[in-house]
C-alpha cells in the first residue's frame, strides 16, 4: 500500500528533511524540527505524489488516502485531547500548501479550520476569551468563504456596514456579541451566494480546504510563477493539517518570521520581526509594519516600537537555542516562522533561507572559517549566476543625492527608473525599453508581472519579510519596503514625502541595500571585487582544472577581463577594430581597388592601425595567451547601405557613387552566414591575412621587447571546412611569421590554429589535427549550421518550441548535448587521437554558461572563454564541474 500521509510533532516524525520531493519543504521541515525535538504542532503532510495523482486522474484523490488522513487526525487528536468538531474541547487545524521549493504566498492556506457554532462555544470556554473564540470563528469563515468557496470579498463590507451600525471604528473595540453578529451575517451571505449553507461538518470543511490547496497548484499566479522559475508543473504540492497554535489570543502571543543571519548582508547577526497578537498571515502580508526581535536590530532600522528582547525576553532566549539547533544541524542559514501563544514557543517552518549573492558568500565564507562547512562545500552553494548580481555597477558613493525619503532595506542593488503606480502600467513601459520603478502602498501576487517588469520595487508599506522583500529578493530586484512617511495616491498618481510630489514618469533612485530613495537619476561605478568574493574565488581557482579566458578586443573589455581573473583571451574578433570611424575609410578602399596592388595600398594603411590594437592586448595580457582571429564577416558588412552613405563613401574613396553600388551589389549575399566569409576570404584575398599575421607578429615583438618576457599569440583561422584551407593560410602565416621575427632576432612561441564551427569541421577534425596546433569551437555558428537556424530568427520562437517540449532549453544558450555537444566530443576525440596535447577550447556563447561549462569540462577542454562579465561565473562553474566530476569519478 502507497504511504500518502506523514505524520510529525511530539519529538518525532515519520519524514526527514531529505524527504522534501515527497513532503514538500514546509512538511520536510516540519518533521525535521520534530526529530530535532523543537517544539512543533502536531500534524500530518499529504505527499505531493496525492497531487500528481489528482491531476493525472481528474481530480480525484487515491482509494486509500481516506484512511490514512483519519488516522493522521485521530493521532494529533489523541496527543492533543482534543477532538475535531467537540462542543467542550475542539481541535481546529490550519490547512495550508508546501511545495518543493517555496512559491511565496501564491498558493492557498486555510486557518482555523474545524469551527462552527457548537465548537465555537467549547474554545471560548477553553480559551476563557468569547470574544476572541468569535472572533476566530468569523475569520475562518471568511477565509474557507474566500478560498475553498469561491466567495468574491464582500466580507469585508459587511464587517464595515456592522462597525458604522454600531457607532465602532477599530476591531478591537467589537464584542464578543458584535463578532457572533456578524459571524451571522457573514453565513447568510455564503448561503445566499452558494445557494446551500456553509459547512458546519469539520470533515467536510477539511477536505474543501485539502482539495483547494491542491487546485491551487494549477492558478494562474502559481502558473506564471512557475514559469520565470523554471519549476516543472509536476513537481506538485504538499498539503499540511496541522493543529492550530494561536499568536492572537492576546498581549502574551504573537507571530513572526526570522532569519538565522542576516539576508541581505549575511552578517552573522539573527535577524527577525515579529508582530504582537496577531496570526500567522498578517506578518507576510504586510499589513502592519512589524516590530524586531532584537534590541540592535530595531535600532539600525530606527524604529519606535520595542523589540521582542524588551517585551518578551524568555521568549527571545528560546528562540536563540532554536537558531542555533537549527544551524548546527541544516549547517546553513535558515528562514523561520513561530508562534508565541500564551508565553509558549511554537516552531511552524524551517527552510533554508532566500539570501542575496552578496549574503550567499558571507554566510558562505563565515561558515568555512566557523569550521562548519568545507571549502568544496562553499564554492557549491553558490549559485554560479548570482555573482551577475555583484559584478554590476552600484552607485557612486561620492555622487551628490537628494534623499527623498528612507524605508526598509529589503533587497539590495540599485536602480533608477520612472515612477509608475501599477504592475500594467510597468509591463507595457518596459516592453517600450522604458527603465521603471514599481511603486506600491504594498504589492501582492497580482504585481508580480510588474514587479518583474521593473528595474526596481518600493512600498510604502511592509516589512523585511513582506511579499515585495521576498518576491524582490527572489527576482534579485532592487527593494525598498516600509517607507513610512512616503504616501501613494494611485488616483492622482502622485508620491509625497516631507512635501515634495513627484508624479507618475518623474525619476528616481532606489538603493535597495542602504533603503534610500533619491530623486533624480545617480551615476553608477565599477564593483569592489575584495572580501568575501575574492576568497571564494581563490578556493574556486584551487579547485577547478579549466581554464578561463575571455573574448575582447577592446582595451576597456580586455582590461576588465583581466580585473575579473580571465587567464587570457580566447576570442579578439578582429573586425570589431575595423568598423571604427578612423579605420572603415581604409578598409572601404581595400574593397573597392581595382587590383592587388590597390587592396595592398589600403592594407598598408590599416597595418600599423591593427598593430597598435594587438599590442595594446599583449600589453594588458603581460604574457597569457591570446587569440587571435582572422578576418571573419563577409566584406559587404564593411559597405554602406543607404543613398546618403553611398555619396558620403563616393567623396572619400573618390570613386563614383555608381561603381560604389555595383560592388555593393556584387558583394551582397543572399546567405552571408552560410556564405563567402571566414578563411574564404583568406583564400581569395591573402593580402588581407597577410597583413593581420604581419600587425600580429609586429606588436608581439615589440611587446615582448617593452615587457621583457615574451607573449604567447594564438593566431586562429575562421570557418573551416577541410583542412586544405587550413595547410594554405598556415602556409602564409608561418612565412610572414619568420620573416617578421627573423627581421628582428626576437623568438615569439606561437601557436596557429581553427576554430571548429561547421559540421564538417568536426567531423574531419582527425585530419585537421595534423597540423592545427588548437582548436576552439565555435558554437554559435556551430548551432546555427547544425539547427539550419539563424541566431536572431530563432528568437522569435524558440520560447514557443521550449514550452512545447520540442527543446529543453535554448541552444543558442545552453549546449545541446545531443546535437553541437555531440560533434564537439567527436571532434575533440578525433583531434587528440591525432594531436595527443591539442589545445582546446571554446569561444562561443556557450562558454559563459554554467551547464554548458560542465559539459565542456567532462569532454576535457582545457579552457572555456566567455564575456568579460562572465568571467567570475565561469571559474566557480568550472570549479563546481570538477567537483561533481570528482563525486562521480569518487576521487572526493
Ligand atoms: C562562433 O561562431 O561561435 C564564434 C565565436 O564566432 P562568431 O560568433 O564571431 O561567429
Ligand atoms: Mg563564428
Avoid at 568545507?374 to 549566476?385: F, G, L, Q, S, Y
Avoid at 599569440?713 to 587550413?726: G, H, N, S
Wanted: hydrophobic residues 40%; proline residues 5%; glycine residues 10%.
Amino acid at each position: 500500500m502507497t504511504k500518502w500521509v506523514y505524520r510529525f510533532g511530539d519529538g518525532t516524525a515519520e519524514g526527514r528533511a531529505e524527504m522534501k520531493d515527497l513532503l514538500g519543504g514546509k512538511g520536510a521541515g516540519l518533521a525535521e524540527m520534530s526529530n530535532l525535538g523543537l517544539p512543533v504542532p502536531p500534524g500530518f503532510t499529504i505527499t505531493t505524489g496525492v497531487c500528481t495523482h489528482f491531476y493525472a486522474h481528474g481530480k480525484s484523490y487515491p482509494a486509500e488516502l481516506r484512511e490514512q488522513v483519519a488516522e493522521g487526525l485521530a493521532a494529533i487528536e489523541r496527543l492533543l485531547g482534543a477532538r475535531f468538531g467537540d462542543a467542550d474541547n475542539p481541535l481546529l487545524v490550519s490547512v495550508r500548501s508546501g511545495a518543493r521549493v517555496s512559491m511565496p504566498g501564491l498558493m492557498d492556506t486555510v486557518l482555523n479550520l474545524g469551527l462552527n457554532d457548537q465548537a465555537v462555544a467549547g474554545l471560548a470556554r477553553r480559551s476563557g476569551d468569547e470574544r476572541f473564540a468569535y472572533d476566530s470563528h468569523r475569520r475562518f469563515i471568511q477565509m474557507y468563504g474566500q478560498v475553498v468557496l469561491g466567495i468574491e470579498n464582500h466580507f469585508e463590507e459587511l464587517l464595515e456596514n456592522h462597525k458604522l451600525d454600531t457607532g465602532v471604528t477599530l476591531d478591537t473595540d467589537l464584542s464578543a456579541e458584535d463578532w457572533r453578529t456578524i459571524v451571522a451575517g457573514f453565513k447568510d451571505l455564503v448561503a445566499q451566494e452558494l445557494g446551500h449553507p456553509f459547512p458546519e461538518e469539520p470533515q467536510e470543511q477539511l477536505w474543501g480546504a485539502i482539495g483547494a490547496v491542491f487546485g491551487s497548484w494549477m492558478n494562474p499566479r502559481a502558473v506564471t510563477y512557475r514559469r520565470l522559475h523554471d519549476i516543472p508543473a509536476d513537481w506538485g504540492t504538499a498539503v499540511n493539517v496541522q493543529a492550530m497554535v494561536f499568536g492572537n489570543m492576546g498581549p502574551d502571543c504573537a507571530t513572526g518570521v526570522a532569519f538565522t543571519r542576516n539576508p541581505s548582508t549575511g552578517a552573522n547577526e539573527f535577524y527577525g520581526e515579529y508582530l504582537v497578537n496577531a496570526q500567522g498571515e498578517d506578518v507576510v502580508a504586510g499589513i502592519r509594519t512589524p516590530q524586531h526581535l532584537t534590541i540592535a536590530g530595531k535600532q539600525a532600522s530606527r524604529l519606535a516600537l520595542p523589540a521582542m528582547e524588551e517585551v518578551m525576553p524568555e521568549v527571545l532566549a528560546e528562540l536563540y537555542q532554536v537558531r542555533r539547533t537549527l544551524e548546527d544541524h541544516y549547517r546553513d542559514m535558515q528562514d523561520i516562522e513561530f508562534t508565541v501563544q500564551r508565553g509558549k514557543l511554537w516552531m511552524l517552518q524551517t527552510r533554508s533561507g532566500k539570501r542575496t549573492a552578496q549574503a550567499a558568500l558571507k554566510i558562505a565564507v563565515s561558515l568555512v572559517e566557523e569550521g562548519v562547512i568545507h571549502r568544496d562545500e562553499a564554492v557549491r552553494r553558490i549559485e554560479p549566476a548570482s555573482l551577475d548580481q555583484l559584478l554590476h555597477p552600484m552607485l557612486d558613493p561620492t555622487a551628490n543625492t537628494t534623499v527623498l525619503t528612507r524605508g526598509l532595506p529589503a533587497s539590495p542593488g540599485a536602480a533608477s527608473g520612472q515612477v509608475v503606480f501599477s504592475a500594467d502600467e510597468a509591463e507595457s513601459l518596459a516592453v517600450r525599453g522604458e527603465a521603471v520603478i514599481l511603486v506600491r502602498i504594498e504589492t501582492s501576487p497580482e504585481d508580480i508581472h510588474g514587479m518583474h517588469a521593473a528595474k526596481g520595487v518600493l512600498t510604502t508599506r511592509g516589512g523585511m519579510t513582506s511579499h515585495a522583500a521576498v518576491v524582490a529578493r527572489g527576482m534579485v530586484r532592487p527593494c525598498i519596503a516600509g517607507t513610512g512617511d512616503l504616501r501613494a495616491d494611485y488616483a492622482a498618481r502622485t508620491m509625497t514625502a516631507r512635501n515634495i510630489v513627484m508624479k507618475a514618469g518623474e525619476i528616481i533612485t532606489i538603493d535597495g541595500s542602504t533603503g534610500e530613495v533619491m530623486i533624480g537619476a545617480v551615476p553608477t561605478i565599477q564593483p569592489e571585487l575584495s572580501g568575501d568574493f575574492a576568497t571564494l574565488m581563490d578556493w574556486a581557482d584551487a579547485i577547478r582544472g579549466m581554464k578561463v579566458r575571455a573574448n575582447a578586443e577592446t582595451v576597456v573589455d580586455t582590461s576588465m577581463a583581466r580585473r575579473f581573473g580571465a587567464e587570457g583571451i580566447g576570442l579578439s574578433r578582429t573586425e570589431h577594430m575595423f568598423f571604427e570611424a578612423d579605420r572603415i575609410g581604409a578598409m572601404r578602399r581595400v574593397i573597392m581597388a581595382e587590383d592587388e596592388t590597390g587592396r595592398r595600398a589600403g592594407l598598408a594603411e590599416l597595418l600599423p592601425i591593427q598593430r597598435e590594437d594587438f599590442a595594446e592586448i599583449f600589453r594588458i595580457m603581460k604574457g597569457f595567451p591570446v587569440t587571435i582571429r582572422l578576418l571573419d564577416p563577409p566584406l559587404h558588412e564593411f559597405l554602406p547601405k543607404t543613398e546618403a552613405e553611398f555619396g558620403e563613401m563616393a567623396r572619400l574613396t573618390g570613386k563614383s557613387v555608381g561603381a560604389i553600388r555595383q560592388r555593393a551589389v556584387a558583394l551582397h549575399e543572399t546567405n552571408p552566414m552560410l556564405g563567402h566569409r571566414g578563411c574564404r576570404l583568406g583564400i581569395t584575398y591573402p593580402e588581407i591575412y597577410e597583413m593581420q599575421a604581419a600587425a600580429i607578429f609586429e606588436a608581439a615583438v615589440a611587446v615582448t621587447q617593452e615587457i621583457g618576457k615574451p607573449v604567447a599569440p594564438e593566431i586562429m583561422v575562421p570557418l573551416i571546412a577541410t583542412k586544405k584551407e587550413f595547410d594554405i593560410l598556415k602556409a602564409i602565416i608561418d612565412r610572414v611569421g619568420r620573416k617578421v621575427l627573423e627581421g628582428a632576432g626576437v623568438s615569439v612561441p606561437y601557436l596557429v590554429g581553427t576554430m571548429i564551427e561547421l559540421p564538417r569541421a568536426a567531423l574531419r577534425a582527425g585530419e585537421v589535427a595534423e597540423t592545427a596546433e588548437f582548436f576552439s569551437f565555435g558554437t554559435n555558428d556551430l548551432t546555427q549550421t547544425v539547427f539550419g537556424l539563424s541566431r536572431d530568427d530563432a528568437a522569435s520562437f524558440i520560447g514557443a518550441y521550449q514550452r512545447l517540449g520540442i527543446l529543453e532549453h535554448d541552444p543558442f544558450v545552453t549546449l545541446d548535448v545531443a546535437g553541437v555537444g555531440e560533434l564537439v566530443r567527436i571532434a575533440a576525440e578525433r583531434g587528440r587521437a591525432t594531436r595527443p596535447g591539442l589545445k582546446l577550447g571554446i569561444c562561443g556563447e556557450h562558454g559563459g554558461d554554467p551547464a554548458s561549462i560542465r559539459f565542456c569540462h567532462a569532454v576535457g577542454l582545457d579552457y572555456v572563454s566567455c564575456s568579460p562579465y562572465r568571467v567570475p561565473i565561469a571559474r566557480l562553474a568550472a570549479a563546481q564541474a570538477k567537483l561533481s566530476g570528482d563525486l562521480r569519478d569518487g576521487t572526493a
